[in-house]
T-cell receptor, first 115, second 112 residues
Framework: DARVTQTPRHKVTEMGQEVTMRCQPI?????VFWYRQTMMQGLELLAY????????DSGMPKDRFSAEMPDATLATLKIQPSEPRDSAVYFC?????????????FGPGTRLTVL | KNQVEQSPQSLIILEGKNCTLQ??????????LRWYKQDTGRGPVSLTI?????NTKSNGRYTATLDADTKQSSLHITASQLSDSASYIC???????????FGTGTSLTVIP
């Protein structure tokens, strides 16, 4: 049963610390998305990749956030330095081909708390 | 302004009853509309994806409708079960499908 995996599942850190979240997309999927979800804002798209190349990261605060796909089996989202307002659940999702009408498969999320 | 609004914000129904959730959007140019189910503490799961030319799509007891003229969609749940308790999120894509606009979701609780 193929699924998207994310690590860590939970992360508590102090303001100013670096946070790295990892995602393993479903094998063979070539589109990867990073989302953030909060009670106040709901679901937001931060960035997405196609064939490991970043296509759009306009939803991401560039001064502190960075997203990369070092290889086809790993996507990372990094926050440096972290701030309390970054507290949220971060989801990774992957899609098989052209993402326009494709189903996106979400991981279980990383719950981040910044104190 | 591109927006997606869902109603009601929350809903409580008895097990076995039907219900309908609404999604109104002002997104343009429209590409597709997705309904997701999100259980507490889990990632969203895709229920349906509808393009401009589709006006109804079913996935088991879930049936989504789309009226592209009025820019409205609904998700109808038939014979609800306790496991249907979740948040239901409507997402509308614009352009070539690479711009996403999210509703804030409807929280559904099914009680025995």
């Amino acid at each position: 049963d193929a699924r998207v995996t994310q690590t860590p599942r939970h992360k508590v850190t102090e303001m100013g610390q670096e946070v790295t979240m990892r995602c393993q997309p479903i094998l063979g999927h070539n589109t990867v998305f990073w989302y953030r979800q909060t009670m106040m804002q709901g679901l937001e798209l931060l960035a997405y990749f196609r064939n490991r190349a970043p296509l759009d990261d306009s939803g991401m605060p560039k001064d502190r956030f960075s997203a990369e796909m070092p290889d086809a089996t790993l996507a990372t989202l990094k926050i440096q330095p972290s701030e309390p307002r970054d507290s949220a659940v971060y989801f990774c999702a992957s899609g098989p081909t052209f993402f326009g009408n494709d189903t996106q498969y979400f991981g279980p999320g990383t719950r981040l708390t910044v104190l | 302004k591109n927006q997606v609004e869902q109603s009601p914000q929350s809903l409580i129904i008895l097990e076995g009853k039907n219900c309908t959730l609404q999604c109104n959007y002002t997104v343009s140019p429209f590409s597709n509309l997705r309904w997701y189910k999100q259980d507490t503490g889990r990632g969203p799961v895709s229920l349906t994806i509808m393009t401009f030319s589709e006006n109804t799509k079913s996935n088991g007891r879930y049936t989504a409708t789309l009226d592209a003229d009025t820019k409205q969609s609904s998700l109808h749940i038939t014979a609800s079960q306790l496991s249907d308790s979740a948040s239901y999120i409507c997402v509308v894509s614009a352009g070539t499908g690479n711009q996403f606009y999210f509703g804030t979701g409807t929280s559904l609780t099914v009680i025995p």
